[in-house]
């Protein structure tokens, strides 16, 4: 199976779509609005040491001087597992010297950055820590066996490669092959270096490494052995990434290609109608099938329908070609969406345990090809299927989209007839209030012309109670639960 990745470089937006067979299966989008100091490495200058608060404040080139304090001076544990007693800050800086420090928290109101100096350079497996030595594996894997293997496995390479560096295994290294993780530490060697050659010549707050650019990231996080081609739309970029590449990524470099074509980049194998289609809660099958997908904020549910398709021979026949098929989109479309978390499948009803198996199986190879660790359970007593697919970023719908306004993220809005009988009540609620000759509704348009027709009757026995004339007004920015009662 073919795979490529298509890079579409817009003003103020990056997009990365990765191809596999011809089906876009990932998307990965990088907005400069977007974009925190979180990670970002600076040459800065000590303006102001305060020993009663045992902190400094640090001019790094942003609009407030940024805070380091000496608990972000002093590496953790000294290998013995207990912390080490903080120095006073006087033996560690001074007014007036050139520290290179990392931010850990972006400026939020009138506070500035939060500064360490215990740096840190994470890749897609592994992080490195150039002024530690300890080797760690992420919390976050919690399976004994695992922990153990990494960091065995880390405890080699790191004697092999980098005896005087701290290594860390990111969560995204559970099972990672060991040539995979040595990779991983190369690249981090090669860019430490880089780092630390331009630290010399950097002048005083400015920033000297910061987050790789999308269009780079995908290079570390994306580029195996079996990706054919990176077809770049910008000629700029191309020629930055190429460069990248030959340093960092040699392997890479051969397969780096400017695109030049006379449709937009995106259009190739239908990547653009792809991401619109992922923005939709129906997906349909190729066989008249459908599924739902619901996203939450504790969960996301999706849901399989059999629609219009009946099968040649009868219905458990239908049930599973369904299901086969529904398994297929589904493991596409968690990858493509980049859902996470808890995600429950509600698969048609099936009374064979030989087709449940065939579901659940298929369901698993397809998201083998899967990045993101995936855990899937068998089917419930409900007969629901339970699994779980490990949060990389945000979904493509949370970037991508916002709550509408109109509903405020329900999904659905009042009909016309209900927020009609809430006029009704809202105008008897002002009369009780007001002392008023009459009143004016505002609302939108569909609103006043129920009110004016079907409501009619309704709304001329309501006049005839208060004994007061209410006037009718459309307002074409409505939306449709929006509603004002004016006293006149």
């Not at 006379?262 to 129906?282: C, K």
Request: include cysteine.
């Amino acid at each position: 199976m073919s795979t490529e990745i298509l890079v579409n470089i817009g003003p103020q937006e990056t997009r990365v779509a990765l191809v596999e067979g011809g089906a876009t299966q990932e998307v990965h989008v990088q907005r400069a609005s977007r974009h925190g100091l979180t990670g970002n490495i600076y040459k800065g200058v000590v303006q102001r040491v305060l020993p009663g608060m045992q902190a400094a404040f640090v001019e790094i080139g942003l609009e407030r001087t940024a805070f380091l304090h000496v608990a972000d001076m002093v590496p953790s544990s000294n290998g013995s597992g207990h912390a080490p007693e903080l120095p006073p800050i006087t033996q560690l800086v001074h007014e007036g010297q050139q520290v290179l420090v990392q931010i850990v928290k972006d400026p939020i109101g009138s506070k500035g950055a939060r500064l360490t100096k215990l740096l840190s350079v994470p890749s897609r497996y592994l992080v490195l820590l150039p002024h530690e030595r300890n080797v760690g594996v992420s919390a976050r894997i919690e399976t004994e066996a695992e922990r153990l293997r990494l960091k065995g496995i880390l405890e080699q390479v790191q004697q092999e490669l980098a005896p005087n560096f701290g290594v860390i295994a990111r969560t995204a290294a559970e099972n990672a092959e060991p040539e995979a993780l040595a990779n991983d530490l190369r690249f981090l060697l090669r860019l430490w270096t880089s780092i630390s050659e331009l630290s010399l010549t950097a002048k005083p707050g400015t920033m000297v490494h910061g987050d790789l650019p999308l269009s780079m990231r995908i290079l570390r996080d994306l580029m195996g052995t079996d990706v054919e081609r990176i077809r770049i739309d910008n000629m700029g970029e191309f020629h930055r990434v190429q460069q990248f590449a030959q340093i960092f990524v040699p392997h890479a470099a051969p397969k780096i290609e400017l695109y030049q074509g006379a449709a937009p980049i995106f259009d190739l194998y239908g990547a653009e109608d792809d991401i619109s289609r992922a923005l939709d809660r129906r997906v349909e099958l190729k066989s008249g099938g459908h599924i739902f997908i619901d996203q939450t904020e504790a969960m996301t549910t999706v849901d399989v329908n059999t629609g219009a398709y009946t099968g040649h021979r009868n219905l458990e026949e239908t049930v599973l070609k369904t299901n086969l098929e529904a398994a297929q989109a589904i493991a596409r479309q968690l990858r493509l969406r980049n859902l996470g978390g808890i995600i429950i499948l509600d698969f048609i009803d099936m009374k064979s345990d030989d087709h449940r198996a065939q579901v659940l199986r298929a369901l698993e190879r397809a998201l083998a090809g899967d990045h993101a660790r995936t855990q899937v359970y068998p089917f419930s007593p409900l007969g629901l299927v339970e699994m779980t697919r490990k949060r990389t970023r945000d979904s493509l719908g949370h970037i991508l989209c916002e709550p509408c306004p109109t509903c405020e993220g329900r999904g659905t809005v009042k009909t016309v007839e209900t927020v009609c009988h809430e006029i009704a009540r809202e105008v008897q609620r002002a009369a009780r209030q007001f002392e008023a000759k009459g009143f004016l509704v505002l609302a939108a348009t569909d609103v006043i012309q129920r009110l004016i027709g079907e409501e009619s009757l309704g709304l001329a026995e309501l006049e005839a109670s208060l004994n007061r004339p209410i006037r009718l007004q459309a307002e074409s920015t409505y939306g449709q639960e929006s509603f004002d009662v004016v006293p006149l």
